[in-house]
């Protein structure tokens, strides 16, 4: 079943500003690291901007691109992950996907990673 949902992406101009948002089964989102990943085309898939203590969300990494104009933040109580992007650039043009990794210390038998299907974001005048 689907397990990670984003929604918010569309067609902005430069210097604008769109919130992506990733709807999670409980489950996966109170026990894994969940983040935002992007891949624009014929690049690879780069971090975004990750939460990187499993379920308490303490410690935050971001991409070097995105630092300073990006935010990701969640609602544990929707079990929703967010991510906040303003002064968007050309550059920043991508499918965004939401991700929830496996932390240090949970069992192997569970998957390592989940993805959602990705939404695109478009920045162009």
């Known amino acids: 079943q689907v397990q990670l949902v984003e929604s918010g992406g569309g067609l902005v101009q430069p210097g604008g500003s769109l919130r992506l948002s990733c709807a999670a089964s409980e489950s996966i989102f109170s026990r894994y690291n969940m983040g935002w990943y992007r891949q624009a085309p014929g690049k690879q898939r780069e971090l975004v901007a990750v939460f990187t203590s499993g379920g308490s969300g303490g410690s935050i990494n971001y991409g070097d691109s995105v630092k300073g104009r990006f935010t990701i933040s969640r609602d544990n109580a929707k079990n929703t992950l967010y991510l906040q992007m303003n002064s968007l650039e050309p550059d920043d043009t991508a499918v965004y996907y939401c991700?929830?990794?496996?932390?240090?210390?949970?069992?192997?038998?569970?998957?390592?990673?989940?993805w959602g299907q990705g939404t695109q974001v478009t920045v162009s005048s």
């Open positions: 991700n929830a990794h496996r932390p240090l210390g949970m069992l192997t038998i569970y998957p390592t990673d989940y």
